[in-house]
């Protein structure tokens, strides 16, 4: 039964090969994925009679491009071309040959994805909740040699609160010392690219998009460079929402782009929080100025004392 299974999957292997254009990939021991003209061997099956799947190449390596920070407009293909990577890398190691014009692939102890987002009713747990687990997981067992697929870390939480943590994830991977390992990482925090300049092995790309008018045309290839813009009401469109509701978008969208142009104008003064030791003091100020010091008696006086120290 065993052999007949293994006879069964590899028959599996080169009839799939030959029926969709696979090519044998080269393993090596290196830390570098060449992946070049690759495909999604899944969609590319499901695609429209007249349309090919857009190949994509992707090449991480362990120096000059350990990061790739993928920006672009949902419906782009970001995620596809993350998960393509994954598969690709899979595929190679597990003896298949695999959807691209060529791949040379160092060998990984593991591939962590982080992708996705659902919630653990069951559990009690958040969307975000999930989400972070998961990176905690990741962040524990992956090593130099692991391949990191992320996308959109820190989208669960306030923009701030996200992109702090997006960023301290990446910092991590980064660094060598820590970790240091081959990362796909997408995100729609377009702050973020600031880090090519500034963290060694980062590199943007985005996946190009053009918009005429009102449309937005995806071309699904990756290019060098952060993304221009997220596009968020074009896809808004796309997907059905009524006409005034994009207006009204529109409109918003312009006054929060003056008003982030617009220099910032700071009050006269601002009032500082509260603190309990404020309180405090407030409440000693208030008893000393309702108190007829001239009337009370020495002991009278200590007592008080003691009760407007214990206040502070």
Same mark, same amino acid.
């Given at each position: 039964?065993?052999?007949?299974?293994?006879?069964?999957?590899?028959?599996?292997?080169?009839?799939?090969?030959?029926?969709?254009?696979?090519?044998?990939?080269?393993?090596?021991? #290196?830390?570098?994925?060449?992946?070049?003209?690759?495909?999604?061997?899944?969609?590319?099956?499901?695609?429209?009679?007249?349309?090919?799947?857009?190949?994509?190449?992707?090449?991480?390596? @362990?120096?000059?491009?350990?990061?790739?920070?993928?920006?672009?407009?949902?419906?782009?293909?970001?995620?596809?071309?993350?998960?393509?990577?994954?598969?690709?890398?899979?595929?190679?190691?597990?003896?298949?040959?695999?959807?691209?014009?060529?791949?040379?692939?160092?060998?990984?102890?593991?591939?962590?994805?982080?992708? /996705?987002?659902?919630?653990?009713?069951?559990?009690?747990?958040?969307?975000?909740?999930?989400?972070?687990?998961?990176?905690?997981?990741? =962040?524990?067992?992956?090593?130099?040699?692991? =391949?990191?697929? $992320?996308?959109?870390?820190?989208?669960?939480?306030?923009?701030?609160?996200?992109?702090?943590?997006?960023?301290?994830?990446?910092?991590?991977?980064?660094?060598?010392?820590?970790?240091?390992?081959?990362?796909?990482?997408?995100?729609?925090?377009? +702050? $973020?690219?600031?880090?090519? #300049?500034? =963290?060694?092995?980062?590199?943007?790309?985005?996946?190009?998009?053009?918009?005429?008018?009102? +449309?937005?045309?995806?071309?699904?290839?990756?290019?060098?460079? /952060?993304?221009? %813009?997220?596009?968020?009401?074009?896809?808004?469109?796309?997907?059905?929402?009524?006409?005034?509701?994009?207006?009204?978008?529109?409109?918003?969208?312009?006054?929060?782009?003056? %008003? @982030?142009?617009?220099?910032?104008?700071?009050?006269?003064?601002?009032?500082?929080?509260?603190?309990?030791?404020?309180?405090? +003091?407030?409440?000693?100020?208030?008893?000393?100025?309702?108190?007829?010091?001239?009337?009370?008696?020495?002991?009278?006086?200590?007592?008080? $004392?003691?009760?407007?120290?214990?206040?502070?």
């Amino acid at each position: 039964a065993a052999a007949v299974a293994r006879i069964d999957c590899l028959q599996s292997f080169a009839r799939i090969a030959c029926e969709r254009r696979y090519v044998r990939p080269v393993l090596d021991d #290196g830390k570098r994925i060449d992946i070049r003209q690759g495909r999604h061997p899944v969609i590319e099956t499901l695609m429209p009679v007249g349309e090919e799947y857009i190949p994509n190449d992707v090449m991480p390596d @362990d120096k000059q491009q350990q990061i790739m920070m993928i920006t672009g407009p949902n419906m782009s293909g970001k995620s596809a071309l993350l998960r393509q990577t994954a598969l690709i890398t899979l595929m190679a190691q597990i003896g298949s040959f695999v959807p691209a014009k060529s791949a040379r692939i160092g060998v990984v102890d593991r591939v962590f994805t982080r992708i /996705g987002a659902s919630d653990d009713l069951a559990g009690g747990q958040s969307t975000f909740m999930v989400e972070m687990t998961e990176v905690a997981e990741l =962040l524990k067992h992956a090593t130099s040699r692991s =391949l990191l697929i $992320l996308d959109e870390i820190g989208r669960g939480t306030s923009t701030y609160d996200g992109m702090s943590i997006a960023r301290a994830v990446l910092e991590w991977c980064a660094d060598p010392k820590r970790l240091g390992a081959k990362t796909l990482f997408a995100t729609h925090y377009h +702050e $973020l690219t600031v880090l090519e #300049g500034e =963290l060694p092995g980062v590199k943007n790309f985005n996946i190009a998009a053009r918009k005429k008018k009102d +449309e937005i045309l995806f071309l699904r290839k990756i290019v060098p460079g /952060g993304a221009d %813009q997220s596009y968020g009401i074009e896809v808004a469109n796309l997907a059905g929402l009524p006409p005034k509701v994009i207006r009204r978008a529109r409109e918003i969208l312009a006054e929060l782009e003056s %008003q @982030d142009k617009a220099p910032k104008q700071t009050s006269a003064r601002e009032e500082p929080q509260v603190s309990l030791t404020a309180l405090g +003091e407030e409440e000693v100020l208030a008893t000393l100025r309702n108190t007829q010091l001239e009337s009370l008696t020495p002991l009278q006086a200590m007592n008080l $004392l003691y009760e407007l120290k214990a206040k502070l």
